[in-house]
């Protein structure tokens, strides 16, 4: 990590701060949907809790939110990119060209779910991504040909399944956490029951086959719970043999009713999630333009505030809603605080 304290694209925006200032009070931020949910918990929070406006916050996916972060330096141009990826170097080097130099990392935590059941339920202990992905897919693999899905029963295609009928309670299309759903346990289920490689065979591209990998039944099997986990674990205390999604840190606050189950043979904790091992985890991060702090009103407050103890920490609001706390938080907070800009 290096710190400059004054950069040419610090000047540049140094020159224009009246202006910028006077034309643009308000953070703006763009990029990921999946960090979308959660940078709006934490506008608002700020908004009410700060003598700033409240931070003004788009979706349009990571790549795109990349995209405009680096098209600049100025009011006209963002100020933080959300990103459920790192940067790329390609956009770090998009982002020099167009004098956005100086870019600040916040890891905010980890995207990370679990798959739980009543804790007096049917023995639902071992999952892999196959299993999911053969239970709620509209078409699978039986004998080596893609076809209707005939399963009811989730030993129906694996023996050391439960003989119970299938139900999950799966993370609604506007929850933070139905990407990494799709992502890393519905397209990677696809993929290894050769499915996706059975689509593309039969003519569909490589893009309409991916898309189709993530489609679920609509037969009522497939629940989307768009509400907080609180409706999830309702829907489980209401249907013994069902299975739900939920985020890490509400599975470890209703151990007395729920039990979890492994993934591809990993138990998830904020270890085995934070390091990567457990396989439905992946980063979450926003990137910081430094040019801009001073120059923005409320900028670094708002940085600050997104990682702060009481936001992202194991028992804040982020938590609640799915994200995994950051076992190195303290880290990251130091490193915002100081400024420190990604070495280039």
């Known amino acids: 990590m290096s710190f400059v304290k004054l950069t ?73 990119a959300n990103a459920s990826r790192a940067i790329r170097e390609k956009e770090i080097k998009a982002c020099a060209e167009n004098g956005v130099t100086d870019i600040i990392e916040v890891r905010i935590g980890y995207d990370g779910i679990v798959f739980a059941s009543q804790i007096d339920g049917p023995a639902y202990t071992a999952f892999t991504q196959s299993d999911i992905f053969n239970a709620l897919a509209p078409k699978v693999m039986v004998d080596g040909a893609l076809v209707d899905n005939p399963y009811k029963q989730w030993a129906d295609f694996n023996p050391d399944l439960p003989a119970e009928d299938i139900l ?62 609180t409706e999830t674990l309702a829907s489980i205390d209401a249907n013994a043999h069902a299975i739900g999604v939920f985020g890490l840190a509400f599975y470890e606050n209703n151990t007395d009713k729920l039990k979890v189950a492994t993934m591809a043979g990993v138990a998830p904790s904020t270890e085995t999630i934070s390091t990567g091992e457990y396989p439905v985890s992946r980063p979450l991060f926003f990137y910081v333009k430094k040019a801009h702090i001073g120059v923005i009103p409320g900028l670094k407050e708002y940085a600050e505030f997104f990682i702060s ?3 992202a920490g194991p028992d804040g609001p982020l938590a609640e809603y799915g994200l995994v706390s950051d076992p190195e938080l303290g880290a990251t907070q130091a490193a915002v605080s100081a400024e420190d800009a990604m070495m280039n």
């Not at 409240?54 to 330096?73: D, I």
């Not at 990998?213 to 907080?228: E, K, P, S, T």
Request: glycine content about 10%.
């Open 309 to 311: 103890d009481e936001i």
């Open 8 to 80: 040419a694209s610090a000047m540049a925006i140094a020159a224009v701060s009246a202006t910028a200032a006077t034309a643009r009070d308000q953070v703006q931020v763009a990029g990921s949907s999946t960090v979308l949910p959660y940078a709006s918990i934490v506008a608002e929070a700020f908004g009410e809790n700060f003598d700033f406006p409240t931070p003004v916050v788009e979706s349009g996916g990571s790549s795109a939110g990349l995209k405009r972060f680096c098209q600049g330096v100025g009011e006209e141009h963002t100020d933080i």
């Open 168 to 229: 999950a309670f799966i993370p609604g299309t506007k929850h933070g956490t139905r990407e990494v759903f799709e992502e890393k346990v519905v397209a990677a289920g696809c993929e290894a029951t050769g499915a996706l490689e059975a689509m593309i065979a039969g003519g569909m591209s490589e893009d309409d086959a991916e898309d189709a990998c993530l489609a679920v039944m609509a037969d009522g099997r497939a629940v989307d719970i768009d509400g907080d986990y």
